[in-house]
């Protein structure tokens, strides 16, 4: 029988080949050849790319260098979202490996934030975890840990450390023996088909008769359109790590085992591939 | 523990149980009757039912009460006709009792009552004195009453034998009526109250319990004799008391407490040990004049009390020596009674709603607790019904809380909206009838806001707050009804008169009961929530960190609901969970398969932690010095990791280093003490030297984290995770951790033997006293108190928390062992026995050597995750006997003491216990109920497929019963029943072979083969008596595939040598003989053997032989033949040997020995392997030493792993596993 544990580990060392490739119009002395990396799908696309960024500078004069982005099939990519959450979203149904492009010029000021250093994204991931911990803990874990916890936690992050990350993050991940889980599910939902960037509310794991919620309760309390109705035929893909669990699935253990390293689950609502 | 239980009766008189692990109360099996109240313990409710006699429930058990009735039967030898029944006048009966005074013919012994039944006929007793007596059972003398010898000799003028029968309790689960006390010639008194208790005073005899019970005339009855063999008793004594009285609480220690009718409480004093009944009485005046004590409730060192007025009290300064306390303290909440049960928990029946309350917060540190809190659980019965979540749920609101305390109920939290407060019980109800307000309130509480729970509870703590708000509306109809009075007479057999707390009103005024309108009272009764009448927490053992399910309504599928089999829980199954794993391993595939050359974004790094820790530095003098540590990590792009610690000290100013490759180490062994945590590194080489790396932290969770993640580094390197084999070896400690290692194949080779400190052992979470396993994965646990766990397939818990820990399978875990103290004393002739010693002597207070200071004040628990339970009490229990007082007398220390004074003892010692406890958790889950001593499982050879036959195993209980356990399976290790092996005598070691051999040692030292043992008959026949070897007492056996190995218990040194403890060989085994022929000396020093199933016969056999004892008793020919036949197999397999085909196989053969010497230096408790054990060497000719000191127990019984099968199997085309069977035919 396989452990819970292993599901930690394979969600951590989810990787997406990736293809990188420089946009056609960037000027260039000589011509730039892909780059082919593996992405860590829990980490996020500025963090991991480093090596992307010098393989194009590479071949690019220094005056036409300004902040990387990238793009997938016209759209930017906000690196603010884990890789797989962008992956999953936008290129899931796409073959692999996924073909992102790279720009260094005209930043979409309005699609992305900008990201000046690691700090920002150091910054980002520990709000969204104390975020997290609001909604789990009322903030009680996150607060009570030393800044070296916190430090550990983005350092396990940076260094694609799972022992060194998990050791911290468990705590976050535990609750009081006489609750059935969390207070609430820190959880977004994402649909391409909408404006709206995600959907994000207030959801508990155990209902108030004590049944536990599922992941088909909260598609129908929060995204009734996501589910296809009891006859009808199935229009929309509900995925987390690139797996779509199945509706019946208890949110709590989904919280405590599909969660991003943010600890938000991020799921990912996309049309049902038509072929 | 499944059968710790909480006892109740509802309103109309229906007896209910509630699992401290459970969420719902079942009904009692036994319902025909219908009981106003009862008392429990932990193997038996009393009680008294409606017609107002007493009734005795004994659970069910595996293990059967049973008890032996003797008679002697005596013959004279006359010249004419020899022995014969014709005796002098002058002698006894002949037929007679041990004493030969009494007469005592067969078919005169009775059955006491209809509740017990014989299990056989009347048999002759061949054993005497541990040796078997010719056939005929007959021991001869000279005359009677003489002493009596196995043998005749020519002045043996008389004989007796001793005839044997057992008779057998039979009312298990069922109520059992117990006779009345009543003269039949006076007018019946009938019994109004009964309590349990004092089954802590002492545990001679076995299940001793103090039995109290009192008559509407308030007269007081003592239940004598009952214990466990005799559960109901021998007959009612009457007490004297100084009043009449009313209701009696019996604590299970010393304490016992009654109620007056004129409201005072009597407290019996000079109850102990030697007179349970106690001595006198004294009388406590109730805290206020005006309201009378009504009800008392007493638990170890706790008093509580409800007054007529319905207030509830506690006692302060209530202990041993001063069991009247000092004053009352009002504590909140106003209750019908309130019951003491296990570890001075409190459970109470609240006033105004009937549901059962219990306290929580209740510590050793604070006897008080905190705050009532009302249990919700359903009833089995009303989880059928559709939509009874919600209405008990709203049952659940209605009574969620505390009794008092609802001003404070502001909402804690303003976004939960859905969360929700406690249910607002502090409307002011009208007074006349409280029912009429209830209505409205509960529709309210299931209507709009059903999303109730009853979470954020207000807690008022304070008992002083509670008094602030005296007849508030918390219980309005206080004002209307009277106080009840105790012996509160409920019309059981018409439920609809008994609504609510008024109805059970005293009976003055049920005449006002009966003017309730009825249709009032049949809404009432439709509400589902039960009304109770009475609670007894005798038999609930709750822990301060169990989490009970009582007071949240449950339904549906939890993954937190601990189903107490081991079969899987439905999440674990659930198909949601199998596709998650599915679907991440067809991810992994899709995304990465195709992709491994692409570079990773990130690359792998080296990471260090550091910390300072204390070390014990190598050079002398020894001591702790601080440290700086740093453990290195590196890992590839493979993912392998490589590990280094460096521990860097300063000598002379100089920063030095020495360091450890963790994929060399052995083993990391926490040594928590008195005041330290430490922990031990060994590498083979520091094994060797019998000196680990030993290191400390400040804090536990300093070294809890040190040793995760080392243990995890080390694992890794090693590549060991997850769940051990089944093949694995388990040992432990003497602390009681867990160690498992893999087996490697060349550990049991005959040649390029692994040497055994070279064996990688991990810790496994919690705590044992002995483990045992077999191949097929099924491993038993046996804890310092006895309990019998089983693992479940998972790992870590403990202090491997995390990621070295399994999700699931770890449940909490929690031990019990006394710490032994002596105190000793010099007679001398002006003031006889002191505590002042000669200066040569001891200390007064010593440990059993003498050698240790240890002070009641100032020994501690072992070791900080210890906490002490009890207090100090005489240990009565020492070898050797004690007096009355615990005495054991001697004529000089140290020397051997005896439990009686004689005129050459100058000095004596007594020895004190006091309880500790450790909570812990691991893969471990209890097997209830039965409390076990010893257990073995049958090993298994890859040879055997026994696939479809469930695994055998038997054990011995603490009380010396033999068990098998049937229906134990890979799937169910757990097993499902107890079969009880019936024994002529108690036992303490039994181990089965991989032939289904059974051995079993008895406490008398003499070991017992069982017959015919087989899948088809696990329990065998009967039991072949085996002396023991010369004036040597056994202790443990264990059974390979075939040979058999013993150790004795003796200080006795055999052959000259020094040693304790021998080891001996059971010589001239073979299929047609597996009693075998005598004992054989191997070793000494040895403090526990393990056989494993890796051996093979040595003696010649005749084809087709079968063994004696597998016949069929009446000589009848051997019903089933070969196909399930175990020896079948061995035949087949020595058969084999003498063809020289297993010329390379050995015996497997390990031990835990003493005084193995190492080259820093002496170790007790080393794990050895036996070497050189062969055919024809069977004793083998030395031991490879391995991991040690401080190891108790080893288990190598499940590896069956070896590389000589494969070799053997190239030379034999034709292995011999596939031809086990027609042989022997």
Redo the contacts between chains.
């Keep these: ?7 930690l580990r ?2 951590w ?5 990736t293809c990188f490739t420089l946009y056609q119009d960037e000027i260039t002395e000589r011509e730039a050849e892909p780059y ?5 799908r829990v ?1 996020y696309l500025t963090l ?2 480093d ?1 992307v960024k010098k393989h194009f500078q590479k071949v690019m004069r220094q005056e036409d260098i300004s902040e990387i982005w990238f793009e997938y099939e016209g759209t930017p990519l906000k690196w603010h979202y884990p890789i797989g959450l962008l992956f999953d979203l936008l290129a899931s149904s796409s073959g ?2 996924w073909n992102i492009t790279v720009h260094f010029k005209s930043f979409p000021e309005k699609d992305l934030l900008h990201c000046p250093s690691k700090d920002a994204i150091e910054a980002h991931f520990m709000s969204c975890m104390k975020e997290a911990d609001a909604l789990k803990h009322k903030s009680q874990v996150i607060n009570e840990m030393q800044k070296k916890d916190h430090k550990q936690l983005w350092m396990g992050l ?4 799972f ?2 990350f ?2 911290i993050n ?1 705590k976050l991940m535990e609750y009081p ?4 889980g969390f207070r609430y599910i820190p959880f977004r939902i994402y649909q391409t088909t909408t404006e709206r960037p995600f959907i994000q509310k ?1 959801f ?1 794991p155990v209902a ?5 919620h599922t992941l088909g309760d909260l598609l129908r309390e929060v995204c009734p359109s996501a589910i296809a109705p009891e006859d009808g035929e199935k229009k929309n893909q509900v995925m987390i ?6 509706l ?3 949110l ?2 989904l919280s405590e ?2 969660s991003y390293p943010d600890n938000f689950l991020h799921i990912s609502i996309i049309p049902q591939p038509t072929d | 523990m499944p059968n710790s239980v909480l006892w109740a009766v509802d309103l109309f008189g229906r007896v209910y149980t509630l699992s401290t692990a459970g969420q719902y109360w079942e009904l009692c099996k036994d319902a025909q009757l219908e009981f106003k109240r009862v008392s429990a313990a932990m193997q038996c409710c009393w009680g008294i039912a409606c017609d107002n006699q007493v009734y005795l429930y004994m659970c069910a058990s595996d293990v059967p009460i049973r008890r032996r009735e003797e008679a002697y039967e005596n013959q004279r030898w006359n010249p004419m006709g020899g022995f014969c029944e014709k005796l002098l006048p002058s002698d006894r009966w002949s037929w007679s009792d041990v004493s030969g005074l009494q007469h005592r013919p067969l078919d005169g012994v009775m059955l006491p009552s209809p509740h017990w039944e014989w299990e056989s006929d009347w048999y002759v007793d061949e054993n005497f004195g541990g040796e078997p007596t010719e056939k005929g059972g007959w021991t001869y003398a000279i005359d009677f009453p003489a002493t009596y010898t196995r043998d005749k000799k020519w002045n043996s003028c008389v004989r007796r034998r001793k005839w044997i029968r057992y008779r057998r309790y039979k009312s298990r689960d069922a109520w059992a009526k117990i006779p009345s006390k009543d003269d039949p010639k006076q007018l019946p008194d009938p019994f109004n109250d009964l309590s349990v208790g004092g089954w802590e005073i002492t545990e001679e005899p076995i299940g001793r319990l103090s039995v109290w019970a009192v008559s509407l005339q308030g007269k007081l009855w003592y239940r004598e004799d009952v214990c466990h063999p005799n559960p109901e008793g021998s007959s009612w004594s009457l007490m004297d008391t100084p009043g009449e009285v009313a209701q009696i609480s019996c604590g299970p220690h010393d304490l016992l407490w009654a109620t007056l009718w004129e409201g005072q409480a009597l407290v019996r004093e000079g109850i102990n040990r030697n007179n349970p009944k106690g001595s006198s009485w004294s009388i406590v005046e109730p805290p206020g004049s005006e309201n009378g004590i009504m009800h008392v409730s007493v638990g170890v060192g706790v008093v509580w009390a409800v007054t007529k007025d319905r207030k509830v009290w506690f006692r302060r300064g209530v202990n041993s020596h001063n069991p009247c306390g000092t004053s009352w303290i009002e504590m909140v909440g106003e209750m019908l009674m309130v019951n003491v049960g296990l570890n001075d928990q409190v459970w109470g029946i609240g006033c105004e709603d009937r549901a059962v309350y219990f306290r929580q917060g209740v510590t050793p540190s604070e006897l008080s607790g905190k705050t009532w809190k009302a249990i919700v659980a359903g009833r089995e019965c009303d989880r059928s019904h559709s939509g009874s979540s919600s209405s008990l749920l709203s049952a659940g609101c209605f009574f969620g809380d505390e009794v008092k305390g609802g001003g404070e109920s502001a909402p804690s939290d303003t976004d939960g909206s859905s969360e929700v407060e406690r249910p607002e019980l502090d409307q002011p109800l009208p007074s006349e009838s409280s029912d009429n307000s209830r209505n409205p309130d509960e529709s309210s509480a299931s209507g709009p806001g059903a999303g109730r729970t009853t979470e954020g509870a207000v807690e008022n703590t304070c008992p002083a707050e509670g008094r602030g708000e005296p007849g508030s509306a918390k219980c309005p109809n206080l004002a209307s009804s009277p106080a009840e009075l105790p012996w509160t007479n409920i019309d059981l057999k018409e439920p609809k008169k008994a609504p609510g707390h008024s109805a059970a009103g005293f009976p003055e005024t049920t005449s006002s009961q009966g003017l309730l309108p009825l249709g009032l009272e049949e809404s009432y009764v439709l509400d589902d929530h039960p009304l109770w009448a009475w609670v007894s927490g005798g038999s609930c053992a709750v822990e301060a960190f169990s989490v009970l399910k009582w007071f949240t309504v449950q339904s549906g599928l939890s993954p937190s609901v601990q189903t107490l089999s081991l079969s899987l829980t439905p999440a674990q199954t659930a198909a949601w969970r199998k596709q998650i794993f599915q679907q991440l391993t067809e991810r992994t595939k899709r995304e990465l398969e195709n992709f491994r050359h692409y570079e990773q974004a990130v690359e792998q790094s080296v990471w260090v932690k550091t910390g300072t820790l204390q070390w014990w530095c190598d050079w002398k003098p020894h001591k702790w010095v601080d440290v700086r540590v740093a453990l290195e990590q590196v890992t590839g792009h493979d993912g392998a990791r490589d590990s280094i610690l460096f521990i860097y000290y300063v000598v002379h100013e100089e920063e030095k280093y020495i360091h450890v490759f963790l994929n060399e180490v052995t083993v990391l062994v926490p040594v928590l003490n008195e005041a330290k945590h430490s922990f031990a590194l060994y590498t083979p080489e520091r094994t060797r030297q019998r000196w680990p790396v030993r290191l400390a932290a400040a804090t536990e969770q300093d070294m809890n984290d040190w040793l995760a993640l080392l243990s995890l580094s080390c694992c890794e390197s090693r590549k060991v995770h997850g769940r051990p084999s089944p093949q694995a070896i388990w040992s432990i400690t003497c602390k009681g951790d867990i160690f498992v290692s893999e087996p490697n194949p060349d550990l049991e080779a005959r040649e390029h033997l692994l040497p055994c400190d070279q064996m990688f052992w991990r810790q496994m979470g919690g705590h044992l006293r002995v483990v045992e396993a077999n191949s097929r994965g099924v491993v038993w646990g046996i804890g310092y108190d006895h309990t019998a766990w089983v693992y479940t397939g998972g790992y870590g818990g403990g202090c491997f928390q995390g990621l070295a820990s399994s999700t699931s399978n770890i449940y909490p875990q929690s031990d019990v062992k006394s710490v032994y103290i002596y105190e000793n004393q010099r007679w001398n002739p002006v003031t006889g026995y002191t505590s002042r010693g000669l200066p040569t002597d001891r200390y007064m207070w010593s440990d059993a050597t003498g050698l240790q200071e240890c002070t009641k004040a100032g020994t501690k628990p072992p070791s900080l995750q210890w906490t002490w339970v009890s207090d100090w009490s005489v240990d009565f229990s020492v070898p050797g006997g004690t007096d009355a007082e615990g005495w054991q007398y001697a004529s000089d220390f140290p020397a051997s003491y005896h439990g009686y004074k004689t005129m050459k003892d100058f000095v004596r010692r007594r020895c004190w216990a006091r309880k500790c406890k450790l909570v812990t958790s691991g893969p471990w889950l209890e097997v209830a109920p039965i409390a076990l001593g010893d257990v073995s499982i049958i090993p298994e050879c890859p040879a055997t497929n026994r696939n479809g036959h469930s695994v055998a195993l038997w054990a011995v209980s603490d009380k010396g019963d033999v068990l098998c356990r049937l229906g134990v399976s890979e799937l169910n290790p757990a097993g499902s029943s107890w079969l009880h092996v019936g024994t002529d005598q108690p036992f303490v070691s039994v181990s089965i072979g991989a032939c289904y051999q059974v051995w079993a040692v008895a406490r008398d030292g003499s070991a017992f083969y069982r017959g015919s043992v087989s899948p088809s008959q696990p329990a065998g026949d009967c039991w072949y008596h085996i002396p023991s070897p010369p004036k040597q007492r056994l202790k443990q056996v264990s059974v390979g595939q075939t040979s058999v190995y013993t150790l004795d218990e003796n200080g006795k040194s055999f052959g000259g040598s020094e040693g304790r403890w021998n080891l001996w060989y059971r010589q001239g085994i073979t299929p047609s003989y597996p009693q075998g022929s005598s004992w054989e000396h191997v070793s000494n020093n040895v403090r526990r053997v393990s056989v494993g199933p890796l051996d093979q016969g040595t003696c010649g056999i005749a084809k087709g032989s079968r063994p004696a004892t597998h016949r069929a008793p009446a000589g009848s020919t051997c019903p089933t033949m070969c196909a399930e036949c175990p020896w079948g197999l061995w035949i087949s397999s020595v058969t084999a040997a003498m063809a020289g085909r297993f010329s390379r196989s050995v015996f497997q053969v390990w031990v835990i020995a003493d005084k193995v010497q190492g080259s820093h230096s002496l170790s007790r408790g080393t794990v050895c392997h036996r070497t050189g054990v062969q055919p024809h060497e069977p004793k083998g000719q030395g031991w490879d030493y391995g991991i040690g000191g401080g190891w108790d127990h080893i288990s190598i019984r499940a590896n069956a792993t070896r590389t000589t099968w494969s070799t053997s199997r190239e030379q034999e085309p034709s292995a011999p596993q596939e031809t086990h069977g027609p042989v022997c035919c």
Excluded at chain 1, 1 to 7: E, G, N, W
Excluded at chain 1, 158 to 161: A, F, G, L
Excluded at chain 1, 208 to 212: F, S
């Design positions: 029988m396989t452990d819970d544990k292993d599901v394979d969600v060392f989810g990787r997406i080949p082919y990396l593996l992405l860590p980490s991991v790319t090596k692999l490996p940076q260094n694609d450390r022992d060194q998990w050791a468990r023996a006489e609750e059935n207030l508990r108030a008769d004590g049944q536990l790590h690139g797996i779509e669990p199945m019946e699935t208890p709590q253990w085992h599909l």
